[in-house]
């Protein structure tokens, strides 16, 4: 799917309507959106930006089935494949939201799989975020010319500007892993005892480094110097008990020559421990 600056494929009539809608002109003052709070307002206009519009993506996306052995610990790439892509597709359309009002980037972007009930292998994915521009006109965008994309509050967004770095996008690894049945003569050795389930061990293992690698390659492609916020989650819909998909997820920065006055940390004693 195209998502060159200011494209529109993929947007259903509506959105761009409603977009438009947003858009000063010359009989009307612009309109913003937002799912900010107040305090990641205040931040995000401190760190020399305003909002534009909420923006969001969806894809309505079928799973496929994988046939596999029972007892061979395998990632399922079909599974793995669809979840990347039916994730793209909702991230590219809330990109090209974000271009539609000339956006430098999306903050707070939040990603969204819900199950529904139309079908079975049938699930919804949303990104959705608060686009946001540049008050003094200097472009913020990617390399590529797209809008940054980043899963951070206002605040964190405003503390990691301060810092000395820029958000560029926010990456993703996934991996979705059959863990083989345990043999019968196994299980039996270890009734009663306290011991390691490794084959299960090492089946978790292997899913979660290659969500990882997989991140971390994107990250590298964006020639980003480091991610921030990462994070992986563990789910498995409704494959069933031994099908499980590892997702990271976090926001790739790279350090920017011109941060402003260093923000430099205060050390925080917590009285609730």
């Known amino acids: 799917?195209?998502?060159?600056?200011?494209?529109?494929?993929?947007?259903?009539?509506?959105?761009?309507?409603?977009?438009?809608?947003?858009?000063?002109?010359?009989?009307?003052?612009?309109?913003?959106?937002?799912?900010?709070?107040?305090?990641?307002?205040?931040?995000?206009?401190?760190?020399?930006?305003?909002?534009?519009?909420?923006?969001?993506?969806?894809?309505i996306y079928h799973i496929g089935f994988q046939m596999t052995g029972i007892f061979q610990s395998q990632e399922l790439s079909v599974l793995t494949q669809a979840m990347y892509q039916a994730r793209e597709l909702a991230m590219t359309r809330m990109e090209e939201e974000a271009s539609l009002l000339g956006a430098d980037g999306v903050v707070g972007v939040r990603l969204v799989v819900n199950q529904s009930a139309w079908g079975e292998g049938l699930a919804e994915f949303m990104a959705i975020g608060t686009a946001i521009k540049r008050s003094d006109g200097q472009s913020f965008r990617c390399d590529d010319g797209k809008p940054f994309t980043s899963d951070l509050s206002g605040q964190d967004f405003w503390t990691l500007l301060r810092t000395g770095y820029r958000p560029l996008a926010l990456v993703m690894g996934a991996c979705?892993?059959?863990v083989a049945y345990q043999g019968v003569l196994k299980a039996l050795k270890q009734m009663g005892r306290n011991?390691?389930?490794?084959?299960?061990?090492?089946?978790?293992?292997?899913?979660?480094?290659?969500?990882?690698?997989?991140?971390?390659?994107?990250?590298?492609?964006?020639?980003?110097?480091?991610?921030?916020?990462?994070?992986?989650?563990?789910?498995?819909?409704?494959?069933?008990?031994?099908?499980?998909?590892?997702?990271?997820i976090g926001t790739a920065v790279r350090a920017w020559p011109n941060p402003g006055s260093i923000l430099v940390p205060a050390p925080v004693i917590s009285l609730t421990d």
């Open 195 to 248: 011991v390691e389930m490794d084959n299960y061990t090492q089946a978790l293992y292997d899913a979660r480094e290659l969500a990882l690698s997989r991140i971390q390659a994107e990250a590298e492609a964006r020639n980003a110097d480091g991610i921030i916020g990462q994070r992986v989650q563990e789910s498995n819909y409704a494959w069933g008990s031994h099908v499980i998909e590892f997702f990271s």
């Open 1 to 59: 799917m195209s998502n060159e600056p200011m494209s529109t494929a993929g947007l259903p009539e509506a959105a761009l309507r409603r977009l438009g809608e947003m858009l000063p002109s010359a009989t009307k003052k612009g309109l913003f959106t937002s799912d900010l709070s107040v305090n990641e307002l205040t931040l995000v206009r401190e760190s020399g930006f305003e909002p534009l519009g909420l923006v969001m993506g969806s894809s």
């Open 176 to 178: 979705v892993y059959f």
